[in-house]
């Protein structure tokens, strides 16, 4: 099992910056990727940025040059510094732990709200 709480959320003013925070605990050792997705009202959840277990990342063209996904291995926490902040970066921001033991184990945090006033 592994747990995920989310962290950091809040109100922005549009042009602002934010830091999201996940913590994992449990079954760390195992996860190979990491990331954030994010989930707006009446839209699908829909991929933000990821990273691997060896620092690779990737991101979804609405974030790039605007947010960083960034993990802290001695903390067991992955991060999302997000700038310059738009009223369609509104959503409920939820962190995702996958790893692949025998067989898929894919697990979700509660998710943290970010609103982004114009």
């Known amino acids: 099992q592994v747990q995920l709480v989310e962290s950091g959320g809040g109100l922005v003013q549009a042009g602002g910056s934010l830091r999201l925070s996940c913590a994992a605990s449990g079954i760390i050792w195992r996860i190979n990727t990491m990331r954030w997705d994010r989930q707006a009202p009446g839209n699908q959840r829909e991929f933000v940025a990821g990273i691997s277990s060896g620092g690779s990342t990737n991101y979804a063209d609405s974030g790039k040059g605007r947010f960083t996904i960034s993990r802290d291995n001695a903390k067991n926490t992955v991060y999302l510094q997000m700038n310059s902040l738009q009223p369609a970066d509104a959503a409920v921001y939820y962190c995702?732990?996958?790893?692949?033991?025998?067989?898929?184990?894919?697990?979700w945090g509660r998710g943290s709200q970010v609103t982004v006033s114009s």
């Open positions: 995702y732990a996958h790893y692949y033991h025998s067989c898929s184990y894919d697990y």
